[in-house]
């Protein structure tokens, strides 16, 4: 999952950061107080890669570039959104005070679990979503019934459903009996219940959808309820 972003003008690679204002880096720039891989720019416009770029005041090097991103294990009836108007427990109140302002990667519905990201990080989360660049999200799914190697091959081909069509990068049949039916699906975008439908399309409930990777993060053995911080080398992203 190598990420590979563009440039933007420095004073917003350090606002987005968290490590300086718009203003305060302008300041620092006019006096000559800011290094950009240990040279020093003057002009708050300058093209950074804030991923790859190592900033400096004063030739120290900052304390703390502000960026966020965790791992959480969403469990069952959390709902992803910052409030609920109907009173249902949310993402956020299974994290602390400080991490309450990262924004999720994508939503999973109030039934799904699984792994969700979470960052303030605005071009990583515009990355792993933009279907055009194909990041693989895995589901381990149970329905109702048995599921036929035919509906397996059916839903593997791609189904239309309300005029829109609905196509996993990839779907195994894992086990099936005639109550029920576990498979692993992976997809390339977020289309809304997307694997719910599917299977609805051909008479079979889904009872149980959990997702265990997005890219090339594993869930793991996280348990439910529970993040953990990620590092920007688990999404292949240098300073």
């Given at each position: 999952?190598?990420?590979?972003?563009?440039?933007?003008?420095?004073?917003?690679?350090?606002s987005k950061l968290g490590a300086a204002s718009r203003s305060q880096t302008r300041e620092w720039a006019l006096k000559g107080r800011l290094q950009v891989n240990g040279r020093t720019v003057r002009d708050p416009l300058f093209m950074v890669t804030p991923e790859k770029d190592r900033f400096t005041v004063d030739g120290k090097p900052m304390r703390n570039d502000g960026w966020r991103a965790i791992m959480l294990n969403k469990p069952r009836a959390v709902v992803t959104t910052k409030s609920d108007e109907k009173?249902?427990?949310?993402?956020?109140?299974?994290?602390?005070?400080?991490l309450r302002a990262l924004h999720p990667v994508g939503r999973l519905d109030m039934a799904t679990t699984g792994l969700l990201i979470l960052t303030n990080d605005t071009r990583?989360?515009?990355?792993?979503?933009d279907p055009a660049n194909a990041i693989l999200r895995t589901y381990v799914v149970t329905v109702a019934g048995e599921v036929t190697e035919a509906e397996r091959a059916k839903v593997a081909a791609g189904i239309v459903d309300n005029g829109e069509l609905l196509k996993p990068a990839a779907v195994t049949l894992r086990k099936a009996c005639g109550r029920q039916s576990h498979l692993t699906v992976e997809l390339t975008e977020g289309r809304n219940r997307e694997i719910r439908r599917l299977f609805d399309a051909l008479d079979h409930e889904v009872t149980g959808l959990k997702r265990v990777a997005f890219g090339s993060?594993?869930?793991?053995?996280?348990?439910?309820?529970?993040?953990?911080?990620?590092?920007?080398?688990e999404f292949n992203i240098k300073r």
């Open positions: 999952m190598a990420i590979d972003f563009g440039k933007v003008p420095l004073e917003r690679a350090l009173g249902r427990r949310t993402v956020f109140d299974l994290l602390p005070l400080e990583l989360s515009s990355y792993l979503t993060l594993q869930l793991g053995t996280l348990e439910p309820g529970r993040f953990r911080r990620l590092t920007r080398e």
